[in-house]
């Protein structure tokens, strides 16, 4: 069961102008659902990607990255589950192009114009027979209203699809943001096994597009974890339509610069959440906050630490304030700036350390009601400068050795 | 249940000549256990320490380093479970002191030639009353044969003791080297929550015994993880007690250097094992083994990303040959040298991965077959260099979910 997240109702997700996206059945690795997938953009989109840092990247996020080089104008995403076409060299390199190349052919687009995404296990080879005899019903499925139903398809361990939309307001017309994502475990920041698909209908440049790109993702899905781990696969994809009547945004000084990056960051920042909320085996939505830092970067390694470290996992899953792993965690960051006689430490607001120590007035009553809630804020308050970092995580449970354990079976 | 290890037998956990052991129920956490040890060195004695790099470290740590600094001819160790004394200030720090004088009082020696060690839950204050009023008890209990009651008395989570002895031949006599540990979780490179204690009656300089120290402790206890975690109390100690009859070892050219290094690395390395193959919940032994790196760091780093990856530790426990995982935490090893499309990995010597991609000859029936066993060995070959490391690891199974949980219930 996700922490305090539903499926989105279908509602409340908006149609993007110049998307138009299908999924069906391609028996991948399971029968009878649906796992490939295509969005496909109106002539004149423009597309920025970001992909893992696992130096072992798929073959995909090969193929995306070097399309994405040959231009910025893309016509078409296609993303298959049950396969991750990792590890699989350069045959599963060359696959991954004669995807390309026989969708771009039924699309009569180029192949540089499509870009391949997989997700599911690695160290298999792709079936590209069974993809490739998808396209004609996947193209006759095409329509603008079936982002949910794309969420749905791209779900590998989630249990709840994931997808945000918003509206925000430019000086000409409301313009729209809609995204998805998928991903709930090897999730770890610089991008995890993770796919998130943002797309508007905004009048934008490809080079301001990819700024905002940058700028958001460190504060959203490069800020969560479930587990640590890196996977091979991860992409996340902002792709602009220009449709709406907006003045072209082309330059940060523009009056809408703010106003779409803080939109796309709202929806960026909803998906990784949710991928939180929906972590393999989560009972717990845990939001580590850093405080008055010397550096953003020792903020956000200490909040790494005290988020990959198995003793606070657990101890959290099991509602117990050992809160001392908290501490040895924070004394694990290999940062020089640390004074461990300032730490403050702060469970839901409730003081549990205090330069560095237990804190005087601390109540093992009031920490074990606060435990038992299934949102925890821990704050620290490093006290040695004003920088600040958040991170957020998972409990670990029972049910992510469970998840993971049966995951191929 | 330990993976392939039993308790010692008394009979193999060998006397040496100058160290007198003994341990008493104090009552610190739990009634009816020993939780309070001593470890009693004639005079003339020498000691090298190595301790946590975790930077909450302990009150005793601290302590232990301070008087370290002040010679290193040491008398006594005192030992204590059920609390860490971590996370606990000046408070903490002036308890571990005055612990220290009201023993050397006991003794008849000075409070620098005590050193304290704690273990137990972090964030806790130490029961100074607890502990002094039984000394006169423990001086009193003090004997030779003691090392396997002390090994259990110093355990927390472990399931049995750990303790080793060897006979090293040296040209005037045959020297004992007995060693005694303790950890199962908050097991990482660099000190875990781990004690361990090696006494031998060789005549050797400190400065011998210290450099001997450092050399052995990079391929033994700093190659072993259960999950990742750095305690604020791993200590690592030696002691000589120079009343064997063996020409001083003073030089590292002396004859005898290699010889007792060598008895040095074999208990070190039986203790450290131990830990492992007692790590929580462990139902599998993990050597991994990474060959023809560029660096020896550079094969640690990869050893250490595989060891530490949830998603590789919960396939081992599932025995699962979801092995494109392993793909994966090399990939995210942080190493420039890395050439994936050179990367062959075995798993007991199947090879399953040539090249960076699929073996042409991988067969998943007797990868399972192996993924079944209990003792697993994983070797990495990057073909890039000469050097190799080994670090070993536990599987990631329900158990450690539930013993550190459950914790402190």
């Not at 893309?74 to 350069?90: F, V």
């Not at 794309?150 to 017309?173: C, G, H, L, Q, W």
């Not at 965690?329 to 330069?355: E, M, R, T």
């Not at 049910?399 to 995951?407: G, P």
Request: charged fraction near 20%; aromatic fraction near 6%.
């Amino acid at each position: 069961m996700p922490v305090g997240l539903k499926k989105p109702e279908v509602n409340n997700i908006l149609n993007v102008p110049g998307i138009k996206l299908a999924s069906v059945k391609a028996g991948i690795k399971y029968k009878d659902r649906k796992d490939l997938s295509l969005i496909m953009l109106d002539e004149g989109s423009v597309v920025s990607g970001l992909f893992t840092k696992n130096k072992f990247r798929a073959a995909p996020v090969q193929v995306c990255q070097n399309h994405l080089k040959a231009g910025s104008h893309k016509r078409a995403l296609l993303i298959n589950t049950g396969s991750a076409n990792a590890g699989t060299g350069s045959e599963g390199f060359d696959n991954a192009m004669q995807i390309c190349s026989e969708l771009a052919t039924n699309l009569k687009v180029q192949a540089h114009d499509i870009l391949p995404f997989s997700t599911g296990v690695i160290l298999t080879h792709i079936p590209v027979n069974k993809i490739v005899g998808q396209f004609t019903n996947l193209i006759e499925s095409l329509a603008e209203s079936h982002w949910l139903e794309v969420a749905e398809a791209i779900m590998t361990t989630d249990t709840v699809p994931k997808a945000y939309s918003t509206k925000i307001k430019t000086e000409n017309e409301d313009i729209v943001i809609t995204g998805i994502s998928k991903g709930s475990g090897m999730i770890c920041p610089n991008m995890a096994t993770m796919l998130a698909f943002i797309g508007t209908n905004a009048n934008i440049s490809q080079s301001i597009l990819s700024r905002i790109h940058k700028e958001i993702v460190e504060d959203s899905f490069n800020a969560i974890s479930v587990d640590g781990d890196t996977s091979t696969n991860d992409s996340f994809i902002l792709m602009a339509t220009n449709q709406a009547q907006n003045k072209l945004i082309s330059n940060e000084g523009d009056k809408d610069y703010e106003i779409i990056k803080e939109g796309f960051f709202e929806v960026a920042s909803y998906l990784a959440h949710s991928i939180i909320r929906d972590g393999e085996g989560a009972t717990k939505f845990i939001h580590i906050e850093v405080i008055n830092g010397k550096t953003k970067n020792d903020c956000k390694e200490i909040a790494k630490k005290i988020s990959h470290s198995p003793l606070v996992k657990t101890a959290l899953f099991a509602s117990d304030p050992n809160l001392g792993r908290i501490l040895a965690a924070i004394g694990n960051a290999d940062i020089s700036s640390l004074l461990i006689d300032k730490v403050d430490v702060y469970l839901n607001g409730l003081p549990f350390a205090q330069n560095g120590s237990i804190a005087s007035n601390y109540d093992e009553e009031l920490a074990n009601i606060e435990m038992k809630k299934t949102e925890i804020h821990l704050k620290v308050d490093l006290k040695i400068g004003s920088e600040h970092s958040s991170f957020w995580t998972t409990d670990l449970s029972y049910d992510y050795v469970k998840i993971n354990a049966e995951y191929r079976s």
